[in-house]
């Protein structure tokens, strides 16, 4: 039996080959529609209101992931760095732990180097912060 279907590949190699890759450029071929599908019915992101809790816009400059394109400045309330009067950490205004700052508790530096000599230390949840 085995050998029968040994000879049968050996005789027909080059249709069972040629077979073998249409199937598989039909299989690529689907799977590649189905992917442009689904970017069809994706919607697109849009960016209404990067606004920290003050009510003013966000700073030009902020990158999608949280963090400062080169050469951008940062201008919050007075400054790039926030605190809280009752706290003893600095964030970026991005950061979580200042969003949580209310705008009444908040106090603004312009540098980091300014909230440690006000005795803050950086949060170690907001990245970038040394």
Not at 67 to 88: F, N
Request: aromatic share 8%; with cysteine.
């Amino acid at each position: 039996m085995l050998s029968k279907i040994i000879k049968f590949c050996k005789s027909n190699e080059r249709d069972i080959f040629l077979a073998a890759i249409i199937i598989l450029v039909s299989f690529a071929s689907f799977g590649l529609g189905r992917l442009s599908k689904i970017r069809e019915n994706k919607t697109p992101i849009t960016i209404e209101n990067l606004g920290v809790t003050t009510g003013k816009a966000a700073p030009l400059g902020i990158a999608a992931g949280g963090g400062k394109e080169k050469g951008a400045t940062l201008s919050g309330e007075s400054g790039g760095i926030v605190a809280s009067k009752k706290g003893s950490k600095y964030h970026f205004p991005w950061c979580s732990g200042a969003l949580r700052i209310k705008d009444s508790n908040k106090i603004w530096f312009s540098s980091a180097q300014e909230a440690r000599k006000a005795g803050y230390t950086p949060a170690q949840n907001c990245k970038g912060l040394k």
